[in-house]
């Protein structure tokens, strides 16, 4: 088996398959564990096969067994994923594997458009469910800028009162989404 993983260390992409159909069935078996929202089946089997070329990525060569390592790389990386430790497009730390250099910048993939078209969907169905008092405190404290004490200084309602309808809002805002 070492000898399998230094191969596809060194870019072997035969080796790689051949390492991956070894674990192939616990992938299917640790993926079927898990229901994540936002997943499907088949996306957690494809994170179960990133976990394996992780593993060959990270794994040093001559220590101890490399499938009691990609054994475990694969169940922690499920439970990574299930705890939302690992965001879109940086499961692998190496940035050299993937030719992807996040210090410099990050350009958005259709994948993230489509995420956060999505995510400002809900948002704006739930600003929808809200009191217009509430919205418009809402929308003058975070769209505008004031600060709730600018905002009690217009009207007749205390600081307090602003700070408890915002806090109400945002409580109805995250129930909904």
Do not use: W
Not at 26 to 45: A, R, V
Not at 47 to 61: D, E, F, R, T
Not at 121 to 126: N, Q
């Amino acid at each position: 088996m070492e000898k399998l993983v230094e191969k596809a260390k060194n870019g072997d992409s035969e080796a790689t398959e051949l390492i991956i159909g070894k674990f192939k069935y616990l992938i299917f078996k640790e993926s079927s564990k898990y229901h994540i929202p936002g997943y499907t089946t088949q996306d957690l089997i494809q994170h179960g096969y990133l976990s394996v070329i992780k593993a060959i990525a990270l794994y040093k060569l001559g220590s101890n067994s490399f499938n009691g390592y990609c054994i475990n790389a694969i169940k922690m990386n499920f439970k990574a994923l299930l705890k939302g430790e690992i965001k879109h497009f940086r499961e692998v730390p190496n940035s050299n594997m993937v030719d992807f250099d996040a210090q410099e910048h990050y350009e958005f993939t259709l994948e993230d458009e489509v995420i956060a078209y999505d995510e400002v969907e809900k948002l704006y169905v739930a600003l929808n469910t809200l009191e217009p008092f509430e919205r418009y405190i809402l929308e003058r404290f975070y769209i505008m800028g004031h600060s709730l004490t600018e905002i009690a200084c217009t009207t007749d309602k205390s600081y307090y009162k602003y700070s408890r309808i915002k806090k109400k809002a945002l409580e109805k805002l995250k129930a909904i989404m």
